[in-house]
């Protein structure tokens, strides 16, 4: 009923306001700009209610790198996402966990033996989804349900969005400076990707790893 009533309200904001029209680069710029020397806070808000709403996070982060540049864009856009998936944490884990643990992880020793071993190695696994993931909304959902402390959760995604943030900043301010499509295989694209496709290739294995033999210790 929480997670309904959520998704409606989501879509009234999304209607009402039309967050389409006011995603646009434009008005973004000019919305900022209103604020002067706020406005980098007031960005850092809009970030936290993207991720909140589950909007296109990474296309606001984005937006960022190109208004602030790329390293202070790096850094709002961070710390609005970190902040905003905090938010949903919490919120869910007040509402939402008591349901799951006693109506899902009670009746079944497989999400029992899974609560367990995230308990004891909650934030490389944190770290781990974080980093292959991102900023996926059920990530924070999924997370929250189960019995990972905050603070193994804060610490984990503090450090696990930050290849995903860097990449989407330099991504954005690498596209904008193209010229044609050609530039595609230039080596200030194929480096950042190649680095992007190891770090997910080696998150994921290691994730694979770390839940596998997790799960049989819980078991024994």
Not at 15 to 35: A, T, Y
Not at 102 to 111: E, G, T
Not at 119 to 147: C, D, S, Y
Request: glycine share 10%; hydrophobic share 55%; aromatic share 16%.
């Amino acid at each position: 009923m929480v997670g309904l009533f959520i998704i409606a309200i989501t879509a009234f904001l999304y209607r009402q306001f039309d967050f389409r029209r006011l995603m646009g680069m434009e008005e973004i710029r000019l919305w900022v700009g209103m604020f002067g020397p706020l406005g980098p806070l007031a960005f850092i808000f809009v970030c936290i209610i993207a991720v909140i709403l589950h909007l296109p996070e990474i296309i606001m982060i984005a937006i960022g790198a190109l208004l602030f540049g790329g390293i202070e864009g790096f850094f709002y856009g961070w710390a609005g996402a970190l902040i905003g998936s905090t938010c949903t944490f919490l919120f869910v884990r007040y509402f939402l966990q008591d349901v799951f643990q006693n109506s899902v992880a009670h009746r079944f020793s497989y999400f029992r033996n899974m609560d367990g071993f995230l308990t004891e190695k909650g934030f490389q696994t944190v770290l781990i989804l974080r980093i292959a993931l991102f900023m996926a909304p059920p990530l924070n959902w999924a997370i929250a349900v189960t019995r990972v402390t905050f603070p193994r959760y804060f610490a984990g995604s503090l450090l696990g969005i930050i290849p995903g943030v860097a990449i989407t900043c330099y991504a954005a301010e690498s596209i904008v400076q193209m010229e044609s499509l050609s530039d595609l295989l230039s080596v200030e694209f194929a480096i950042p990707a190649f680095l992007f496709l190891i770090l997910i290739s080696v998150s994921g294995l290691s994730g694979w790893w770390l839940f596998k033999n997790g799960a049989k210790e819980q078991e024994n």
